[in-house]
Every structure is written in structure tokens, then in C-alpha cells.
């Protein structure tokens, strides 16, 4: 059949039938066509403009020669060089010197405390207070000395860590390897909590007095106070790295051992990061009430 | 062109035709010819497939939905590089079947978490998130310590994703279950197989802590600690700016 005109809208039919049904012809609106056409000048012209067309083994590179990690590579340089003021100085000074400027300081805290939130307060804590099994560092005991030297280190290789060069301690497993028996380990674990005034349900203070000498204060001290060049923990005061110092878990120390990790950063971070939370570490510890 | 539709609309199979030509367009212009080019994905000949248990963690995390909220992919941003290291390239994740990139973070991008935390941690923050990290919104896979991984379908695990391309040898295929034991108990006489056949890089340690079992929590945090390892290609070709 022919087109014809559809008596009720006015408009014409196809000109086709299915089963006695005809279809009205309603082309695409015009204001349809003109963004079409519009979006299509948009695409070609940004076809042009930028990386676009695969060409086998290379691509078109694009009138404006944009390359995000171009880019991304300029934006970190310009920022690196913003900072670089700063940045330079505290490079070039020593520990010393940058913790006596006012100016520097103020700079240190303040990337110090984002470089500290990224990358040691899951483990440390926000305000590096610590938690179980994760060193407080606004106190004054630090495993491994509070020098700044000694904490550049430590940020540096690690602890038990993968790097080389990290800094190893473990506590031997005394009574897994059958080196105490269990009464040997209750009389550690009373005169270890007498050094720091508390009592134990059982044990003999004295006779762990004589094996700690035997077993123990060749990391710990003679008078449990630690090494700071083996990172054995002060046992004479009232901070506990792990559990809070109670009979139960310092047995469960002596019999089972312990093997911190702190990781490496010296691959992930830059030497002026690591400075930078080194100074910040620092000055934690030196802001406690 | 204004009447095209006339003659196109009468013609059924046409039709049908003229729309799969069309919706094709795109995908042979801009997909297809991308694996002629070279540069789409750079060359890292270093880089190491997953070994078993990894292979295992890796599919607990897309099991748990891990990447939901979590991204594997550091774009081009100066706060992301700056933040978590050079930006992703794409022979980071040639491996990866299928890619986690992920377009959603509600936690942190993980594509280099590998190292970054000790394996005593990921377990502690596995377990309860919230004591670790006040604020997190991450729930607690405390089950994982308690499922031990299924091992026996590793090897298949292993040959799927040679199938798709994934290098992995015979050897490895048929050692898949000692090693993904071996990885995960450094005394053990399997441990030896795991450096041998994925080198002596790979990570081997008691992951959850404890050597005797096997469990997903071992395999989940062995994927975790690889995480961003398996090639050290963006480190070569990407400068940071530092």
C-alpha cells in the first residue's frame, strides 16, 4: 500500500502493513539531528586534539600532544620544586639544627603528621600512641634508642623486615624449646613483674632472680632495664608493648617467644620522608606532658 | 540520509544487521587494534607469576568482595603517586584474570600494599578492623583464621589461568598444593619447592601466625604482601619526582 495521510494525528503512514496494522511515520526530531551532528564536530574535533586513533603499531598522538603520566611526572616535579625551599633545608641540616628552627619545625609537623597518618598510623596509631603489639612512640622507651639516628634507622631498614640490612631481634621461645620448664618460667615471670612493683599469683622471686641472670639478662640487663643495641624491651617500668603486664601473657611471652616486624621504608619512601618522619618521631616524643 | 530510515525500518534482518555493524564500530576502532600496539602494555620479563597460595588468596578476596571497596590501580594523579607510589602500568596486572582495577574506593587503593604493613598486622586488622584503625568502616573476616583453604583444586586453579595465559609450568601445576603448604610453613621440607619454583624472593612465613594449619587467612595475606611485588617495572620506568 501507499503512504497515506492518518486521518486522526495528520500524520502519514509508513506505507507498510503488518496484519492490517500500518505504523506512522515519525522520523527522528530535528533537534535530535542537530546534536548529533553537534557531539559528532565535538568528537571529531577532540580526534584530533588528542590521543586517539590506533594506527597498527602506534596511535595518533593528538594535536596537543596530551600524555597523562607526562603530566602526573610534571605535576609531582613542580611540586617537589614548590617545596623545595624548605625541603632543601632540611636536607642539608642535621637533626640538630632543624629541630632548633621554629620555621622548619612548623613545616615538619605539619607533613610530618600526613606522612605519619599514610604510612605508620594503622600501626601506631593516629596520635602514635600504639597498641597491642605496636610500640607507643610519645613515650620515652624506644626499642632500638630515641637518638635520632637511631630512629632514622630503624624507619629505614625495619624490624625483622625484608630489607637486608634490617635490624633483628627475636625472643627465643623458652619454654616451646624446652629451654625453662614451667615452674623456671613462673619464677621469671614473679621477679620480672616485681621489677616493676607488681606481685605474681605464684613463682619465687628470688629463684627467677637467678634464672633471668642465667637466661635472659644477656639481652634484657642484669636489672632488666633492656638493650636498646638488640631492641630487648625495658622490663622495670610500667610501659608494655604487648599486653598490659599481666602474669598470663608474660608467661605466654617466656614460653611461646616473641619476633616483632616493623617493615622497611626504605624503598617506599623518599630519604627526605624518612627524614622528615624521623624529625616528626622525634618531636613526639618530646611534646609528652 | 533524513528518508534512510524509510527503506532500513521495512527490512528486518537488515535492520539487525545494520545494528550489530554499528554497535561493532567501536569496539574494532578503539579495542581491537590496541593489541597491535606495542605500547598499550609495557615489558617486564622479571615479573613472577602468583604462586598457589597466593593464586588462593587472591580468589578469597574477590570471593569476600574485597575489591568492592577497594581499588588495585593508581592512576595518573599527582595525590595518588605522591600518596601510594608510582601510578599502576598495565603489565602490573597481566596476570591478573580478572583485574581487580576497580573505579570505587571506600577504603585504600592496595595495588602496592604488599610490604607495607607486617603480615601480624594484616591479620590483627582481618580480625577487627576497628581496633587497629578506629574509624573503619571495613567489616571483620575474623573466619578466615578459623576456614582452612582448600587445597585439593588448586592445580586446577592453576591450569585455568594457564589457559588464559598465565605462564605457569607442569612442574608448578603439579606441585601446586605441596608449595601452597610450603609457602606458608618456612620449616617445613616443602618450603624449598616454593623458592625454587617461583624464586627466591617469594615470600615464605607462617602468614597468620600459626605454622600448622593452613588457612585463608595464610592465603589472603600471602596475596596481600605480593601485592604491587611481582614486578618492579613502575619503579623502573616512573619517576615520582623525589
Same mark, same amino acid.
Given at each position: ?6 486521518? %486522526? ?35 571529531? *574535533? ?23 603520566? +607526562?603530566?602526573?611526572?610534571? +605535576? ?27 620555621? !622548619?619545625?612548623?613545616?615538619?609537623? %605539619? ?52 630489607? $637486608?640490612?634490617?635490624?633483628?631481634? =627475636?625472643? $627465643? ?35 627467677? @632472680? ?5 637466661? &635472659? ?15 630487648? $624491651? ?26 616483632? =616486624? ?12 624518612? @627524614? ?14 | ?17 545494520? #545494528?550489530? !555493524?554499528?554497535?561493532? #564500530?567501536?569496539?574494532?576502532?578503539? #579495542? ?6 606495542? =605500547?598499550? #602494555? ?10 598457589? !597460595? ?11 568482595? &574485597?575489591?568492592? &571497596? ?33 573505579? @570505587? ?52 586453579? !592453576? ?5 588464559? *595465559? ?16 610450603? =609457602? ?21 612465613? $607462617? ?36
Amino acid at each position: 500500500m501507499k503512504p497515506e495521510r492518518d486521518p %486522526e494525528t495528520g500524520w502519514m503512514t509508513t506505507g507498510h502493513e503488518w496484519n492490517g496494522i500500518t505504523e506512522l511515520n515519525t522520523p527522528v526530531p530535528k533537534p535530535v539531528w542537530f546534536f548529533l551532528i553537534v557531539t559528532a564536530l565535538f568528537a571529531l *574535533g577532540y580526534w584530533l586534539l588528542m590521543p586517539a586513533f590506533p594506527l597498527g603499531s602506534t596511535f595518533t598522538k593528538g594535536l596537543l600532544g596530551a600524555d597523562d603520566r +607526562a603530566a602526573v611526572t610534571a +605535576a609531582v616535579k613542580e611540586a617537589t620544586a614548590e617545596r623545595a625551599g624548605w625541603t632543601g633545608e632540611v636536607m642539608a641540616k642535621s637533626y640538630a639544627e632543624v629541630e632548633r628552627d621554629p620555621r !622548619l619545625m612548623a613545616a615538619v609537623r %605539619e607533613t610530618g603528621r600526613t606522612l605519619f597518618g599514610d604510612n605508620c598510623s594503622v600501626c601506631h596509631g593516629r596520635e602514635a600512641k600504639g597498641g597491642r603489639g605496636f610500640p607507643n612512640l610519645t613515650g620515652s622507651s624506644f626499642l632500638w634508642g630515641n637518638s635520632p639516628e637511631a630512629i632514622a634507622e630503624t624507619i629505614q631498614v625495619g624490624i625483622n623486615s625484608a630489607n $637486608p640490612k634490617s635490624r633483628v631481634s =627475636q625472643m $627465643p621461645a623458652f619454654g616451646r624449646d624446652h629451654v625453662l620448664e614451667r615452674p623456671d618460667i613462673e619464677n621469671v615471670v614473679a621477679y620480672v613483674m616485681s621489677l616493676s612493683g607488681a606481685k605474681a599469683s605464684v613463682g619465687n622471686v628470688e629463684a627467677g @632472680k637467678t634464672a633471668f641472670t642465667a637466661n &635472659c639478662a644477656v639481652c634484657h640487663g642484669p636489672d632488666g632495664k633492656g638493650k636498646t643495641d638488640v631492641g630487648a $624491651p625495658n622490663l622495670s617500668d610500667q610501659i608494655w608493648i604487648r599486653g598490659g603486664g599481666e602474669e598470663a601473657s608474660i608467661y605466654d611471652f617466656v614460653w611461646g617467644g616473641l619476633q616483632g =616486624q616493623m617493615p622497611s621504608w626504605e624503598g617506599r619512601l623518599s630519604p627526605l620522608d624518612l @627524614k622528615i618522619l624521623t624529625l616528626y618521631v622525634v618531636d613526639l616524643g618530646k611534646q609528652r606532658p | 540520509m533524513f528518508r534512510f530510515h524509510y527503506w532500513l525500518e521495512r527490512k528486518a534482518i537488515g535492520f539487525a544487521l545494520a #545494528i550489530v !555493524l554499528v554497535a561493532s #564500530i567501536g569496539g574494532a576502532v578503539e #579495542i581491537a587494534p590496541l593489541f597491535t600496539i606495542h =605500547q598499550t #602494555i609495557e615489558d617486564a620479563p622479571d615479573m613472577r607469576v602468583y604462586t598457589p !597460595l597466593e593464586l588462593a588468596g587472591r580468589n578469597i578476596y574477590v570471593r569476600e568482595g &574485597c575489591y568492592a &571497596c577497594h581499588s588495585q590501580m593508581i592512576r595518573t594523579l599527582r595525590d595518588e603517586v605522591e600518596r601510594y607510589g608510582p601510578y599502576s602500568l598495565a603489565v602490573e596486572s597481566k596476570y591478573d584474570h580478572p583485574m581487580l582495577w576497580g573505579s @570505587k574506593r571506600t577504603g585504600p587503593d592496595l595495588a602496592r600494599v604488599g610490604g607495607k604493613y607486617s603480615d601480624e598486622w594484616q591479620v590483627q586488622h582481618l580480625n577487627d578492623p576497628r581496633a587497629l584503625v578506629p574509624q573503619s568502616v571495613m567489616p571483620s573476616y575474623a573466619r578466615l583464621g578459623r576456614n582452612p583453604l582448600r587445597t585439593d583444586d588448586l592445580s586446577n586453579h !592453576l591450569r585455568a589461568m594457564r589457559a588464559v *595465559g598465565v605462564p605457569y609450568t607442569d612442574d608448578m601445576i603439579a606441585n601446586a598444593r605441596a608449595d601452597a603448604y610450603g =609457602q606458608a610453613a618456612p620449616d617445613s621440607p616443602l618450603a624449598e619447592g616454593v623458592g625454587k619454583r617461583y624464586g627466591e624472593a617469594t615470600n615464605v612465613r $607462617p602468614f597468620d601466625g600459626a605454622p600448622g594449619v593452613l588457612t585463608e587467612m595464610d592465603a589472603l595475606v600471602a596475596y596481600l604482601q605480593i601485592l604491587g611485588h611481582l614486578t618492579d617495572a613502575a619503579h623502573k620506568t616512573v619517576a615520582t619526582g623525589q
